[in-house]
């Protein structure tokens, strides 16, 4: 890959933000720390210095080596990344009175900057920041300003090196995407070659390469990830892809028969293993959701490794593993604080021995859809909402058991069915039902009941990353609360969860 944009990470929330727009131009883009920067740059053909959290005049800012960059190639420095330059090549940031959060407005642009071609004044753009730039480094030509910050943007002199105050990555900006576009393909002359076709064919390529005529085996979750990785491998290796589904007896109803037939229909080579006794067993008494958590982890990976070493010759673990995985395990301030362990299969344990394939790790969640897409993965796979790799095991709070397990599965399933019917599904990025360890007093036919409370959950999303909860409209959530109580022995009160990540998690354990 010849076409790389470098986007170096100084801590900011947007840096992710940022290579989610780079993509959008079909151009591909990889995101390093900022004391990380590669050693070998030959590849790439434009830099991006994201914002941070830090303040450039604090003993502990983040100071990146741009000696092989600045001069070299066009850079983009956004928010922190402008004030590096400012603060470190003769210019000033202070802290003053003139800081902007929120929505702002440019109120001047210099009308012969190609950073700024075609964006008016008058310019929503989107602020950050307390430090302001106030003094240029020497020669720097001041190219952007809005009513409150002087100094919005400016250029290097006799270089392609630019400095933005705001943050063109969010939507707020309403130009944003429009100067990433006049930086990337207008001054650095990228070519928007990278689209779900060629990454198909570059992978299946590199594929080939890798794996030779050894035998790959993969762990199924009925996901959209595991699926698509899936798809990838067989087109590259065909009949020495060996994968495995495991029903651990948490999954939604029928679901481990539908999902099953559907891989079959796909022309993959999968085994279905049932095992939904041995997780049982390994959840039997545990209330703790971590406790829960590592049970089913340990148990897949017990599970998963006894049906790899009945295949013959397998030398490689392929895994759906995906870019923000990536990213995070090689963060600047290092993998964040646990809130959940167990986020699907978790790493490879020593005693497996397998080498480890992962066709999706420099993809977006939004991205390996557009790549099933390409591959021919039928909508009903690729538009499946996320599932929680332990399952219904942490929408139970409290222990487990087989029939709590049939319960909420049937409460579950008249609620993900509905908002089908009701044509509610593909607006909805996550939706499922928590078993809470409450009863509720009630009554039906004129006689006191005293019965389990179910929680509905639906949740709007680009990667899980931060989530709202949806305005399902009333009518809807009156025929499933109805729907649920009548239908569903042992449930006699629905409640609608309307909390938002932050500060809640998507799932309740």
């Known amino acids: 890959m010849q076409n790389n944009v470098l986007i170096l990470d100084f801590g900011s929330q947007y840096t992710q933000l940022i290579a989610r727009r780079v993509r959008e131009l079909n151009i591909y883009c990889e995101i390093f720390p900022f004391n990380k920067i590669p050693e070998d740059l030959s590849s790439f053909k434009a830099v991006i210095l994201s914002g941070s959290p830090s303040s450039v005049r604090s003993d502990a800012a983040p100071i990146p080596d741009l000696k092989n960059i600045r001069g070299h190639l066009p850079v983009l420095a956004v928010c922190y990344g402008a004030q590096y330059l400012a603060h470190s090549f003769g210019g000033e940031v202070n802290a003053s009175n003139t800081r902007e959060y929120g929505r702002a407005k440019l109120s001047y642009v210099s009308e012969d900057c190609p950073l700024f071609q075609n964006i008016a004044v008058g310019s929503q753009v ?16 001041h190219i952007a300003a809005t009513h409150d910050v002087k100094y919005a943007a400016f250029q290097m002199p006799g270089e392609l090196t630019f400095g933005i105050q705001f943050h063109p990555e969010v939507y707020h900006s309403t130009d944003g995407a429009l100067l990433l576009e006049n930086f990337l393909i207008r001054i650095a002359k990228l070519s928007q070659d990278w689209t779900p076709d060629s990454f198909v ?21 009925g996901g959209v990830d595991s699926t698509v990785a899936a798809v990838l491998l067989h087109k590259a290796i065909g009949k020495n892809l060996y994968c495995i589904f495991v029903n651990n007896g948490l999954l939604r109803k029928n679901e481990f028969e539908k999902v099953l037939d559907q891989y079959k229909h796909m022309g993959l080579n999968v085994k279905g293993v049932d095992a939904t006794d041995q997780f049982y067993k390994a959840l039997a008494d545990k209330e703790d959701p971590e406790q829960k958590r590592k049970a089913i982890g340990k148990t897949f990976i017990e599970v998963f490794d006894q049906e790899a070493h009945a295949i013959q010759d397998v030398s490689w673990l392929a895994q759906g593993t995906i870019y923000p995985d990536v990213i995070e395990s090689v963060s600047v301030n290092g993998p964040s604080v646990t809130i959940k362990s167990h986020h699907n299969v978790g790493g490879l344990p020593d005693f497996m021995k397998l080498k480890v394939v992962e066709p999706l790790r420099m993809l977006f969640k939004d991205e390996v859809r557009r790549v099933g897409r390409s591959l ?53 990025w996550q939706a499922g039902v928590i078993l ?19 929680a509905l959950r639906a949740v709007s999303s680009t990667d899980g990353m931060t989530a709202d909860w949806v305005h399902l409209p009333y009518e809807f959530l009156m025929k499933v609360s109805n729907d649920i109580i ?24």
């Open 201 to 221: 064919e570059m992978t299946v390529a590199d594929l080939q390469a890798q794996i030779g005529s050894d035998r790959v085996v993969l762990g199924l979750s």
């Open 376 to 428: 021919d993965i039928a909508d009903s796979l690729l538009g499946r909402h996320p599932f929680p790799g332990p399952g219904l095991a942490i929408r139970i709070l409290g222990d487990v058991t087989a029939e709590k397990v049939r319960l909420l599965q049937e409460v579950d399933d008249i609620f993900v069915e509905g908002l089908k019917t009701w044509g509610l599904y593909d607006d909805v």
């Open 436 to 454: 809470l360890p409450v009863h509720s007093v009630g009554v039906m036919g004129d006689e006191r009941t005293y019965e389990k409370v179910v």
């Open 486 to 509: 009548n239908k569903v022995k042992g449930v006699n009160r629905v409640v609608y969860d309307i909390s938002s990540k932050p500060p809640s998690t998507i799932e309740w354990e």
């Open 126 to 141: 989107w602020m950050s920041h307390s430090d302001s730039i106030i003094r240029l480094p020497e020669g720097a030509k």
